[in-house]
Nanobody
Framework: QVQLVESGGGLVQAGGSLRLSCTAS????????MGWYLQAPGKQRELVAY???????SYADSVKGRFAISRDNAKNTVNLEMSNLKPDDTAVYYC?????????WGQGTQVTVSS
């Protein structure tokens, strides 16, 4: 079993920045991709960004140029740097790890952006 623990959420004003971190209970090299998803109230969970084992990154169109995903292999951690935040970014953010036969999720961290 794998545990993913998120941290770094909170309340921020529009235009501000936050950094989310996700620490895995084992080596993140075990996973094909590490990523972040968001779920706003009443909506489906959607992909924000992911990073592959080799470091290739992909972003949702809505966050390109504002968010940056990175990985620290030594600390088994994936980070999401969020800048120029907008009220529409308000959601619960979930860390995700994808292996060949399994999909793991963190418990989520709330991000609230006030206008």
């Amino acid at each position: 079993q794998v545990q993913l623990v998120e941290s770094g959420g909170g309340l921020v004003q529009a235009g501000g920045s936050l950094r989310l971190s996700c620490t895995a209970s084992r080596s993140i090299f075990d996973f094909n991709t590490m990523g972040w998803y968001l779920q706003a109230p009443g909506k489906q969970r959607e992909l924000v960004a992911y990073i592959t084992r080799s470091g290739w990154r992909s972003y949702a169109d809505s966050v390109k140029g504002r968010f940056a995903i990175s990985r620290d292999n030594a600390k088994n951690t994936v980070n999401l740097e969020m800048s120029n935040l907008k009220p529409d970014d308000t959601a619960v953010y979930y860390c995700n790890a994808k292996a060949n036969l399994a999909d793991y999720w963190g418990q989520g961290t709330q991000v609230t952006v006030s206008s």
